[in-house]
């Protein structure tokens, strides 16, 4: 899930955060809003980074499958 400005100003410009989100808290909240717990996503590696609790509208949250990667290719020499 990517979390920008539309979910909440924390979120806005460079501070954009890749959230694998793992659970949704039942506590109440503001409406429209709600506490995402999971973990920050290096968008390059894919990476678990840290473990979060965010606070989020949830309007502005963008459930995207996999957040891009970029691919390292290695090459193998087979029998080396």
């Not at 400005?5 to 890749?18: H, N």
């Not at 309007?59 to 290695?74: E, Y």
């Amino acid at each position: 899930m990517l979390l920008d400005r539309r979910a909440s100003v924390q979120f806005g410009g460079d501070r954009a955060l890749w959230l694998r989100v793992s659970a949704i808290s039942d506590r109440p909240t503001y409406d429209g809003w709600v506490w995402l717990t999971g973990y920050a996503i290096n968008p390059a590696t894919g990476e678990a980074l840290a473990r979060r609790e965010v606070f989020a509208q949830i309007a502005g949250l963008q459930i995207i499958p996999n957040p891009p990667t970029t691919v390292r290719r290695t090459t193998r020499r087979r029998g080396v």
